[in-house]
């Protein structure tokens, strides 16, 4: 099973700031298969980012995604009131075949 | 617009079956590979099982394997989870998802969400 670890547990930041969250593999993702979703309150998730690095539909250029083999990266440039959730990664791969990340919560601080 | 509504969920005691539905709209149903996945009370998210776009294919997490049953009816625009020998570590909201490929394959990615059914379990 790929393990996908998220870090930091809880990111506490300032509209207008950078945002940089970490997802590490405990074994090598196709960057096909790396997706991005962001979370709200009481909402079903919302795909951000596809194959590592693709917006979805929608989704504003503030926010990127990046990476390759074990460690993959999901920026969001300058902070907007509503970017403030929890994040998952996700991967497609070898059985079972679909895993998340524990999540990253972006909190205002 | 996409839609995906969930209905079904309830609570239920251990040993008991539970049969969700999830209605499709706005898209060629009968083109894509669905999805369940489930979120327990505060924690993260679980992928339950997929089906393929004309029934061909099924997998399961091991966790729920030989006890769901994940079903379509490109008739109806509908996809199902038939869950028996319920246990209290089913208790989640379970969500439909779409899968985002619109060929023969899978792509793993969910593009599209319902907002979700809550099953509980317990005695």
């Known amino acids: 099973e790929i393990v996908l670890t998220q870090s930091p547990g809880t990111l506490s930041l300032s509209p207008g700031e950078r945002a940089t969250l970490s997802c590490r593999a405990s074994q090598s993702v196709s960057s096909r298969y790396l997706a991005w979703y962001q979370q709200k309150p009481g909402q079903a998730p919302r795909l951000l980012i596809f194959g590592a690095s693709s917006r979805a539909t929608g989704i504003p250029d503030r926010f990127s995604g990046s990476g390759s083999g074990t460690d993959f990266t999901l920026t969001i440039s300058r902070l907007e009131p509503e970017d403030f959730a929890i994040y998952y990664c996700q991967q497609y791969g070898s059985s079972p075949p679909i895993t998340f990340g524990q999540g990253t919560r972006l909190e205002i601080k | 617009q996409v839609q995906l509504v969930e209905s079904g969920g309830g609570l239920v005691k251990p040993g008991g079956s539970l049969r969700l539905s999830c209605a499709a709209s706005?898209?060629?149903?009968?083109?894509?590979?669905m999805n369940w996945i489930r979120q327990a009370p505060g924690k993260g998210l679980e992928w339950v099982s997929y089906?393929?776009?004309?029934?061909?294919?099924?997998n399961y997490a091991d966790s729920v394997k030989g006890r769901f049953t994940i079903s379509r009816d490109n008739a109806k625009n509908s996809l199902y989870l038939q869950m028996n020998s319920l246990r209290a570590e089913d208790t989640a909201v379970y969500y439909c998802a779409r899968d985002h490929s619109s060929g023969w394959y899978y792509s793993g990615t969910f593009d599209y969400w319902g907002q979700g059914t809550l099953v509980s379990v317990s005695s």
């Open positions: 706005g898209f060629t149903f009968s083109d894509h590979y």
């Open positions: 089906i393929g776009s004309r029934s061909s294919y099924t």
